[in-house]
């Protein structure tokens, strides 16, 4: 699987926006680049996917370089619930086999200040 | 989406007895699949659980240590055998509703202790 590279932890303050940084230099052209986060004593929840254009949600929107080698998950207003590790991930557009599988790194434990 | 729900949610086990944890769909889904998440660590993949055959097991784990069954398209069991201090973690179940659906959904999880 390609790997990311994300920052271990980033601070920010409520009702600022926050940038999550994620590397994929590796990254092949069928990859599409996900995230995921995990608040505190809960499974992970989807939060926004993408291949080549910048993509928005309800929750965040994704910033995704020309080149494919990185991206940038964007919280417009962070709140004290956005408190989390954020996962980037890479996962091929599978149809039923295993290259599609979710693997998750390490993440950012983003830290919100009220 | 897809809600899971997970039992037990949590347990404290002797070492050496085993546990079998219960992942209930509220719809049919493709596929299902067995997470586990050591204290302080990020989520590994255990196994994809198939219908109907074997699990498909990731590098690390075998089916004698963590037989999975997955009898229809809305349930999977996954047991920890023989279970050692070294097997707490949480154990999460996680499902994807279709072939080519993008997201991917987990359950609360369940938090395993071994004494």
């Known amino acids: 699987d390609a790997k990311t590279t994300q920052p271990n932890s980033m601070e920010s303050n409520e009702e600022e926006p926050v940038h999550l940084p994620c590397n994929h230099s590796?990254?092949?052209?069928?990859?599409?680049i996900h995230w995921y986060r995990q608040l505190p004593s809960q499974g992970p929840e989807y939060v926004i996917h993408?291949?080549?254009s910048n993509v928005n949600n309800r929750m965040a929107s994704l910033a995704i370089a020309e080149d494919r080698k990185s991206s940038t998950l964007i919280l417009h207003r962070a709140t004290l619930r956005d408190a989390a590790v954020y996962y980037c991930?890479?996962?091929?557009?599978?149809?039923?086999?295993?290259?599609?599988?979710?693997?998750f790194g390490k993440g950012t434990k983003l830290s919100v200040k009220p | 989406s897809a809600v899971i729900s997970q039992k037990p949610s949590r347990d404290i086990c002797q070492r050496g007895t085993s546990l079998t944890i219960q992942c209930q769909v509220d719809s049919q889904v493709t596929m299902m699949f067995w997470y586990r998440q050591q204290p302080g660590q990020s989520l590994t993949l255990i196994a994809t659980a198939n219908q109907g055959s074997e699990a498909t097991y990731e590098s690390g784990f075998v089916i004698d240590k963590f037989p999975i069954s997955r009898p229809n398209l809305t349930f999977s069991t996954l047991t920890v055998s023989n279970m050692s201090p070294e097997d707490s973690s949480i154990y999460l179940c996680s499902v994807r509703t279709g072939i080519g659906k993008d997201t991917q959904y987990f359950g609360p999880g369940t938090r395993l202790t071994v004494l």
């Open positions: 590796t990254i092949s052209g069928t990859d599409y």
């Open positions: 991930i890479l996962r091929a557009l599978n149809y039923g086999g295993s290259q599609g599988n979710l693997i």
């Open positions: 993408g291949l080549t």
